[in-house]
């Protein structure tokens, strides 16, 4: 089955579909974007996803391209033409098109929309969960705007082939304090030795992910208590257990940081609670 993209205002073949060589998210990283999980053919808190990339596009002075509808009515056309039951929906939207000009103001620019969806056979998100992540920290080299959802993503390109080269899934991203300010593509949490979940409080120093948006409404759901503190690699190689959160692999336990067990060394009971009760508490909704 040919795959299906839509691209500013047209659904087109996957190998046909282009945008413009001056367009902004080309030389600028000038765009914003989203991931939103598929379940059975339903979005799972897309009203969260789309809140964020309304913020995001807000705080860059992006014109939204459509109504929120509209946008929906697009996802969930490419969710059905591509025959997508589980998996993921990528939707980005880019300042426009313009001759290369560092300056936006007074340019009148039609935002880029594109949206692609992609099958992501459960199968392999539980494997990857009941084997558990290994994590390498790193320095966190991004700017200061890491809270919204930009597409300047190579700081998290080389910590991610670094953590790769290392044996390892993921790396925690650590401040100039010596904290964890998050994932290159998730949110950080630990079970703390005082048996507390802790995670950073939302700053310009993270992604307020909408994973862990839910993920701290199923802690309450579940009673348990919550801190929203940062903390260090060394309070993580002390903590009970590790995890990280993010659309693509909901909540995945963590088993290893940087060649240190956490824990048992296997993914730990409370965040495998998390991972079980995450979808009870998450939004779904058909696509329409
Ligand atoms: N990544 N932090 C960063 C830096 C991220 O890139 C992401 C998401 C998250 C988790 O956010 P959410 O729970 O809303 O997915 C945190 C997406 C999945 C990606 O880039 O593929």
Not at 16 to 28: K, L, T
Not at 247 to 276: C, F, H, N, Q, Y
Request: hydrophobic fraction near 45%; proline fraction near 6%; charged fraction near 20%.
């Amino acid at each position: 089955m040919a795959r299906v993209v839509y691209v500013n205002g047209s659904y087109r073949r996957h190998g046909e579909a282009h945008v413009h060589v001056e367009d902004r998210g080309f030389q600028f990283a000038d765009a914003v974007y989203e991931v939103i999980e598929v379940l059975g053919r339903q979005l799972v808190d897309a009203p969260r996803h789309l809140d964020r990339l309304q913020r995001s596009l807000g705080e860059l002075r992006i014109r939204e391209p459509m109504s929120r509808p509209a946008m929906l009515h697009i996802i969930g056309e490419i969710v059905r033409r591509n025959r997508v039951t589980d998996g993921l929906v990528y939707m980005q939207v880019s300042r426009g098109a313009a001759p290369r000009d560092f300056l936006f103001t007074g340019k009148h620019m039609t935002p880029t929309f594109v949206c692609l969806a992609r099958p992501v056979p459960p199968g392999i998100r539980q494997a990857k969960a009941q084997r558990g992540l290994r994590i390498v920290s790193l320095p966190d080299i991004r700017w200061g705007r890491c809270d919204i959802k930009t597409v300047m993503l190579l700081p998290a390109v080389l910590a991610k082939e670094q953590a790769l080269a290392a044996g390892a899934d993921e790396a925690w991203l650590v401040d100039a304090d010596g904290f964890v300010t998050e994932g290159a593509s998730s949110n950080a949490w630990i079970v703390n030795a005082g048996g507390q979940l802790q995670t950073r409080a939302l700053s310009p120093a993270l992604l307020p992910g909408v994973t862990r948006h839910t993920t701290l409404d199923v802690a309450a759901a579940i009673g348990l208590e919550v801190v929203l503190q940062p903390f260090t690699a060394k309070d993580a190689y002390l903590s009970r257990e590790a995890f990280a959160t993010s659309a693509s692999g909901t909540v995945m336990p963590i088993v290893e940081l940087d060649g240190k067990a956490i824990g048992s060394g296997k993914p730990g009971p409370i965040a495998e609670a998390l991972r079980k009760a995450f979808h009870n508490h998450a939004q779904h909704q058909d696509c329409r």
